[in-house]
């Protein structure tokens, strides 16, 4: 479903990632796993065209995105949810997922996937009409994976979902965004700080180290692998 080829992006002069090979099948969740500052959100960012890359190749379905703007490569159905979340504080909730179907002009599929994402949070549907700011960090999660999947993504970038909230939250979160792969067969490519717990819900996983790709495996392969183990799981 989508390919990096020798994928190289800077800011500035400063290269932040080094050549990156990397595949992601329809229908899988992968993971990108790596320490603060090795190029996590860059990749994402590189996929999504926010910081387009200098050399190398990315194709989705067999098509060359990375010369593409953000919004084309959204309306081609790749969507990130941002670190940080980034919802619109001011705005409700009901509105923050209107936001999320700006590109899309079928009223009935929109208002099916509002019904989803309501039935997976119902926590939203309550607050529909309370501002995105006045939520609480797991809510403000939901939020943007729920403004996401109102584009109706077939790949679903998430950047670190687990970033600041609680262990229960986490999980939950975790449980769902399973769910959305299974039930919407979107595929899912994850990054996270929280390595145990991403490789138990992915099904491969790459280990990212100072730009470059160092490991790639099987997620049950990169569990047992000793030096993961010591740099990533605490084992
Ligand atoms: P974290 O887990 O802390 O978010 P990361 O693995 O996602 O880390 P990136 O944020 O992709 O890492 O950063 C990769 C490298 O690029 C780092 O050396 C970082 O300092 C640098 N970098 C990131 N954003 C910028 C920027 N806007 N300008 C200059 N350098 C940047």
Known sequence: MLELRKVSTYYGNIQALHDID????????ITL???????????????????PPKRGEILFRGRPIHELSADRIVALGICQVPEGRHIFPDLTVAENLDMGAFLRR???????????????????????????????GGEQQMLAISRALMARPRLLLLDEPSMGLAPLVTRQIFEII???????NTTIFLVEQNANLALKVADRGYVLETGRITIHDRAGALRANRDVQKAYLGI
Do not use: C, H, W
């Open 33 to 51: 796993i790596g320490a603060n500052g090795a190029g996590k959100s860059t990749t994402l960012m590189s996929i999504s065209g926010i910081v």
């Open 106 to 136: 079928d009223r009935r599929g929109i208002a099916r996937d509002l019904d989803y994402v309501y039935t997976l949070f119902p926590i939203l549907r309550k607050r529909r009409n309370q501002p995105g700011g006045n939520l609480s």
């Open 22 to 29: 990397l595949k992601v099948e329809e229908g899988e969740i």
């Open 178 to 184: 399973r769910q959305i792969n299974r039930e919407q």
